[in-house]
């Protein structure tokens, strides 16, 4: 494994051409606009990633899928698990939640012996 840098300035096209994206890659989009997700989309989606998710509102997704025709079974929008109370935190653990389902085959049940 590598490390990611903390910062990388740069064109998306630049930067993720030499990116190494593999079946145990897990991306996250969340750029300033559905046409530059669309753009990043472009650039990953085929290139065999476990997860691609991205940011956006309902509407937003609606619009890149039907910009994209093609919808792989890696690509996750709008992404995260329907847990949280809606802040920055929270949505940020509903993505992790999702990413974690997904590299495990995780299943959506309580473990609460409570609930036997």
Known sequence: KRDCPELTLGDFEDI???E???GETYIVIATRGHL????VLNLVK???????GIIGSRRKITALKENLGEWSD???APIGLKISDGTPEEIAIEI???ILKIKNNGELVHRSIMSL
Do not use: C, P, S, V
């Open 20 to 22: 190494i994206i593999t």
């Open 74 to 76: 890696n690509i996750y």
């Open 16 to 18: 993720l051409k030499n």
């Open 36 to 39: 530059l997700d669309e753009k």
């Open 96 to 98: 992790l939640a999702e």
């Open 46 to 52: 085929d290139r065999g990633a476990k997860y691609i």
